[in-house]
């Protein structure tokens, strides 16, 4: 070989290699987010929660490094019987929000963050909340309720964050694939920016979340009913009211769009019970109107979401409030956010389990089916909310697959014809992923 093709072969090595870091450096193993995408750099270095590379340790093939722990996240809730404290560690506020009051958002400015943990003290109309919680999702943490003149209470409950951690990374890992399945579907829907967040409940995928677009922030339509009726069985846990309790509905809650009690004679008095089941059955929006005048306006409601530190969604009007919707008051979620909130319904985090239970009854009677029924064979059980406006097309709710069961939302913003087609498609597509064959068990 003549000297020239040896320095010709030396450069084209050196090239090679230099592609091949550069395409590592820019794609990045496999996340929640999709294929591809690249992880929190903040999470990959928080101290203590990563081995870091000159750590003395062997990485070598073949040996075991120390395990990386779940990321910190800047929020997070601790849920305990009959009430939740929400921690923003990078506000430094709490809010305690259970059976017996709420404290609002409270500032913290004493908060310490170490260790992945916070911790403080705030006193809020003579009671002392101290607290201890973790930043990382399904740890434990600790509450101290202290009053005066009455014996401290003690209150320790699993961290929620959004998203989870998986219980089983590695089974986790093996729901990566269909993260990038919906990336193109979404890449697809020209006309409709599509967002669709995923957690798996069974187990099967070590209770993994992914997402494609978690983000997007598109008007809520009557996906937000979901956050009413968690509010109302909420008070019913706390002992507040009951189910069997009646409302007076009068001539002036009619309006129209979906729900059956616009075809009924007013002025009735109507049970909490049928208000919650027409609410998410047939999503009736009068039933909706009147639940919220019910629990005292839009506070309340957006406190259950501040306390579930949901940064997205928000109740600002009425069902059919069209002047409301033209003064730019709206209501908005996001995918992520939804499935926060069922991620909680299922685990029994904000509701007991006879609530819970009601509530997924409610969703599995659901009678506007043209999108993730209509997309999956007959006969797969499901439990699911619609929404619609002319610019928005969603559908949430649970695949009650046996051994299979998954939280889904599928949100679309755009023309509401395609937007069906956009939630169908995704609906098909989850679906096709649950029922195939992951590759083999898990290896103890």
């Known amino acids: 070989m003549s000297k020239s093709d040896i320095n010709s072969c030396v450069l084209l090595k050196v090239l090679t290699a230099t592609v091949a870091l550069a395409v590592l450096a820019t794609t990045g193993p496999a996340t929640a987010d999709g294929p591809g995408a690249t992880a929190e750099p903040d999470h990959r270095t928080e101290p203590g929660y990563a081995a870091d590379p000159g750590d003395g340790q062997s990485h070598e093939p073949g040996v075991d490094p120390a395990p990386e722990r779940p990321p910190t996240s800047e929020v997070s809730w601790l849920s305990f019987p009959g009430g939740v404290f929400a921690v923003d560690s990078l ?13 609002g958002r409270v500032a913290d400015p004493g908060m310490r963050v170490a260790a992945g943990v916070a911790s403080g003290e705030v006193i809020v109309g003579g009671t002392a909340y101290r607290y201890r919680v973790p930043l990382v999702g399904r740890s434990e943490g600790t509450l101290e309720v202290i009053r005066r003149h009455r014996p401290p209470t003690e209150l320790t409950g699993v961290v929620v964050t959004s998203p989870q951690p998986p219980t089983d990374p590695v089974a986790g890992a093996r729901l990566f694939p269909l993260s990038g399945q919906l990336a193109r579907v979404v890449a697809d829907a020209s006309l409709n920016p599509a967002g669709v967040t995923v957690r798996d409940l069974s187990g099967r995928y070590g209770d993994q979340q992914i997402a494609v677009n978690g983000a997007l922030r598109p008007k809520a339509a009557s996906v937000i009913k979901l956050w009413i009726l968690v509010e109302l069985l909420r008070r019913v846990d706390c002992g507040q009211v009951s189910l069997d309790d009646g409302v007076l509905v009068t001539p002036e809650d009619v309006v129209g769009g ?6 009924e004679t007013f002025p009735q008095v109507v049970t909490l019970h049928r208000l919650a089941q027409y609410l998410i059955k047939y999503s009736d929006n009068i039933a909706a109107n009147v639940l919220i005048t019910y629990l005292g306006g839009f506070a309340p409601v957006n406190a259950l979401i501040d306390s579930m530190n949901q940064r997205s969604t928000i109740l600002a009007r009425r069902m059919l409030d069209s002047g409301a919707a033209q003064r730019g008051e709206e209501n908005y979620t996001s995918p992520d956010d939804v499935v926060s909130l069922l991620g909680a319904v299922w685990d029994n985090e904000i509701l007991t389990p006879a609530s819970r239970d009601l509530m997924i009854g409610f969703m599995r009677e659901q009678t ?40 889904v939302a599928f949100l679309t913003a755009g023309p509401m014809a395609t937007g069906d087609e956009t939630v169908r498609r995704m609906a098909r597509t989850v679906y096709d992923f649950l029922v195939t064959p992951t590759g083999g068990p898990v290896e103890e």
């Not at 979906?258 to 075809?263: A, I, M, R």
């Open 91 to 103: 506000g430094h506020t709490v809010r305690y929000r259970a059976c017996d009051g709420d404290t």
């Open 258 to 263: 979906t729900g059956q009690l616009q075809f």
């Open 368 to 407: 506007l089916n043209t999108k993730i029924p209509a997309a999956l064979p007959p006969g797969v059980p499901v439990a699911h909310k619609t929404g619609d406006l002319p610019d928005a097309s969603h559908d949430v709710g649970y695949y009650l697959i046996p051994g299979s069961e998954t939280a």
